[in-house]
């Protein structure tokens, strides 16, 4: 069914199919489909561009980091939101058989959106303090002399 509604899409507008009637799932696991036989495959190239700008700003972010840590959970993050663009994408073009992920952002759905909102909440935590890196303290400029006087 995929593959007869990506034959008929049009390069602007819509493509006169019933996406709404024929998919079950048309506004969560199968948006991309929707958008590129609503609007276009110009919206869809345009989707597609904005959520390739995401992934690579999430990997750009992770390299620069100077904490491991920070690295580390900046590339899960990433891998996170990539595996499911894909799976998505890859699934609504038909080229894979369908699978039930969500594109980020997109899809409707409680966990989908608070899971992209915590998955770029920590790769935003993770870019304000990607210059912080813990500073190595020697045995010999720790006092254990100073007392508090209240």
């Known amino acids: ?16 199919n019933d996406v709404i009637g024929s ?3 048309f506004n969560s696991d199968y948006i991309f489909s929707y958008i590129l036989n609503s609007y276009g495959s110009i ?3 345009v989707v597609v561009a904005v959520l390739a700008a995401l992934v690579m700003f999430i990997f750009g972010a992770s390299i620069k980091q100077k904490n491991e840590l920070g690295m ?7 891998m996170i939101i990539l595996l499911n663009i894909l ?3 890859l699934g609504a073009l038909g080229i894979i058989p369908p699978a039930s992920s969500f594109l980020p952002f997109l899809s409707i ?25 813990p500073k190595k303290i ?13």
Do not use: H
Request: include cysteine; charge should be positive.
């Open 87 to 89: 799976l998505n994408l």
């Open 43 to 45: 919206a869809g190239i």
């Open 138 to 150: 020697r045995a010999s400029q720790v006092s254990f002399q100073k007392t508090i006087n209240i």
């Open 109 to 133: 759905g409680r966990s989908n959106i608070l899971l992209c909102y915590a998955l770029v909440g920590i790769i935003m935590s993770i870019y304000r303090y990607k210059d912080v890196y």
């Open 23 to 25: 998919l079950p799932e």
């Open 72 to 78: 580390v959970m900046g590339f899960g993050c990433g």
């Open 1 to 16: 069914m995929l593959r007869t509604f990506s034959k008929d899409i049009l390069f602007v507008g819509n493509s006169g």
